[in-house]
């Protein structure tokens, strides 16, 4: 969802580096554009069961039986205005200006239950799942997936001047609905591109990651978006005034989570707040909003993009493209990761992000080379689109690479073992950590590098306070800060409670490819504990730049459906996986990883007891030893996927 954007998905493409007055002239020329050459038609739209979706539609003013057009459709719980047939959008009418040039039939819609359309909304609900009664607001057979079905079927019958073929795209939320029209596609959806799609809160989107809820983020959003809304509204109004200069000190102040509900703040007028409380592990309520068991028998055309910068949904983009991959053999799917941020390629220019340069416009790169002549080919049976499986950009080269199948193949297994005195030794390509053995036997032949391993060797540890978190970003921030997945993290490693590790200089190029695995031995004086672990590319002038960063609740490190308590002081493994990577440690960097347990305030407190943590009290938040073994029976160690 747009977590960081409180705004429609398609209004990203306002946002540029141009001057304000260049932006107001371009407003005016594409909005000059839109009129000139297409028809507003505002319908509201009835679904099997008679609820109305309101829905917006662009019609080319050419557009007949000679010349018909495909539908490109968005459907979005962020409004499908601006409502009324004298009122075009300021750009557009299309999700980018390429489309818009090229001419479709435009079609925005907003999703049951938001904005001027009828029902009730629900979060995420894809076809072929099971609600829990509790909150089964549909019938058996109505699910988004039967909504974009049935406004298909009244598309391609009331609007005239059509070809007979409809193409989805989204970004963020509108992304899976995009995803969402592909179980039990109406046989007319030819194309479809989710773009950042949410595909499993729980997991790796937006509400938590891993088990850990990601409190900065959802407390802007839903103060927006969970308003009630006991009729169609054309606009919404936050619950709350939220605009603090320091988000640490604020959420610090807050203190358990559970005084978000007080009367200053959400009050209990947030349902899908109270739902993301209520719903601590991964039970009925997030499996059925899990839509990758859904995605099977896929007929469309996908291409699923993503950002390796996405704070909100890097793991919806990677994690569709590999759900549609494994269970459609012979699908027509192809994957695009870029170096962006949410959404940023639907920007007018990408050509840098923070400190980082790529040299060339990225964004426009996308729209003109992929985005465009998929739908082109696939609605207009125009041009050719052949690209690879995978086109993805390396983020230590600064380079577009293309690749037949993603994670490619082959690739070696590389493990970094973590060692006393914060070093990181790099072994494989076929050690398996767990196998201590393998570690100790010097005739071993897969050993490129045997580190020396003693089983005497005391652990790391550090003092975990709730009371004094290790902040996710250095400095005063209000809001979130976006840059935090590319920032310098010597400011994390100069705390006593982060623990850091670094290869030697690298003597070669080091390439690597897919997910990231962590296998972390670790023990704590209390009974819960989180744990982030960082990779990082440490620089010749020291400059620690984050390359991908993870967090899991250590409370579902055996289940995420059923909860443990950690047996104080007793060692406990703790594996899990970060989102792919595409990145190369250059020769003459040193890799390097880091481990803390708290990430404020992008991430709640964990109490460190075991306690359900949104009825959590103040005394319940108590300071921790953790210790991170590093010794031949409990070798720590993260394993990643090294191209040859």
Request: aromatic letters at 12%; a neutral charge.
């Amino acid at each position: 969802m747009l977590r960081s954007y409180f705004a429609p998905a398609f209004l990203l493409v306002i946002c540029a580096a141009s001057a304000p007055a260049a932006r107001a002239q371009t407003r005016v020329q594409d909005s000059t554009f839109v009129r000139q050459n297409y028809t507003k038609l505002d319908r509201q739209i009835p679904m099997r069961d008679g609820t109305k979706l309101y829905t917006t539609i662009y019609v080319p003013k050419d557009a007949s039986a000679a010349t018909p057009y495909p539908f490109l459709m968005t459907r979005t719980p962020y409004s499908a205005g601006p409502y009324g047939e004298q009122k075009y959008r300021l750009r557009g009418p299309g999700p980018s200006r390429e489309l818009s040039q090229e001419k479709y039939i435009f079609v925005y819609q907003d999703v049951r239950g938001r904005y001027m359309s009828e029902g009730k909304f629900e979060e995420m609900t894809p076809a072929g799942t099971t609600y829990p009664d509790k909150q089964a607001v549909f019938k058996s057979a109505i699910s988004e997936s039967s909504d974009t079905y049935d406004t298909i079927e009244w598309l391609l019958k009331n609007v005239a001047g059509n070809n007979g073929r409809v193409g989805m795209v989204g970004i963020s939320y509108p992304g899976f609905y995009a995803s969402a029209a592909l179980p039990n596609a109406h046989p007319a959806l030819k194309a479809v591109s989710p773009q950042a799609p949410v595909t499993d809160e729980f997991i790796g989107d937006d509400a938590r990651h891993k088990g850990a809820f990601f409190l900065l983020d959802n407390f802007e959003f839903t103060n927006y978006f969970d308003v009630p809304r006991p009729k169609p509204v054309a606009e919404y109004q936050p619950l709350f005034k939220f605009e603090p200069t320091d988000s640490y000190k604020f959420f610090l102040e807050l203190g358990p989570i559970k005084n978000a509900n007080g009367p200053k703040y959400f009050n209990n007028r947030a349902r899908i707040w109270n739902e993301y409380q209520e719903h601590e592990t991964y039970d009925a309520y997030w499996q059925a909003r899990n839509i990758r068991p859904a995605l099977t028998g896929v007929k469309p055309a996908v291409l699923v993009v993503g950002g390796w910068f996405d704070a909100e949904d890097l793991f919806g983009a990677l994690n569709t493209y590999k759900a549609i991959e494994k269970q459609n053999p012979g699908a027509t799917n192809r994957l695009v990761m870029g170096p962006w941020t949410h959404g940023a390629w639907a920007r007018p220019d990408w050509s840098k992000f923070g400190s980082l340069s790529f040299g060339s416009n990225t964004a426009e790169t996308f729209r003109q080379t992929l985005e465009t002549p998929f739908f082109n080919f696939y609605l207009k049976d125009k041009g050719s689109f052949n690209p690879a499986e995978a086109t993805v950009f390396n983020t230590g080269t600064n380079e577009w690479k293309m690749y037949p199948a993603w994670p490619p193949a082959p690739s070696e297994t590389r493990t970094l073992l973590i060692q006393e005195n914060g070093h990181l030794a790099v072994v494989g390509p076929a050690v398996e950590t767990k196998v201590s053995k393998a570690l100790r036997d010097s005739n071993n032949p897969h050993i490129t590098r045997l580190p020396t391993v003693n089983k005497l060797v005391p652990p790391s540890q550090y003092l975990s306070d709730p009371a004094n978190p290790v902040p996710y970003t250095d400095g005063v921030r209000g809001g979130r800060n976006n840059e935090y997945m590319i920032e310098d993290q010597r400011f994390a490693a100069k705390r006593p409670d982060v623990l850091s590790f670094r290869t030697e200089t690298l003597p070669n190029d080091l390439t690597v490819a897919g997910p990231i695995n962590a296998d972390l031995w670790v023990s704590t004086s209390g009974t819960d504990a989180d744990f982030i672990v960082k990779v990082i590319d440490e620089l010749p002038d020291g400059t620690q730049r984050l390359v991908r960063a993870e967090v899991m609740r250590g409370r579902f490190r055996n289940s995420f459906s059923k909860p443990e308590a950690f047996k104080p002081n007793q060692p406990a493994e703790v594996k899990y996986e970060l989102p792919d990577v595409l990145h190369t440690f250059q020769k003459g960097h040193r890799l390097m990883v880091q481990v803390q347990s708290t990430w404020f305030p992008l991430v709640d407190r964990n109490p460190q007891t075991f306690v359900p943590i949104a009825q959590a009290e103040a005394k319940d938040f108590q300071k921790a030893t953790i210790r991170l073994y590093h010794d031949a029976a409990h070798p720590s160690a993260v394993q990643v996927s090294v191209l040859p």
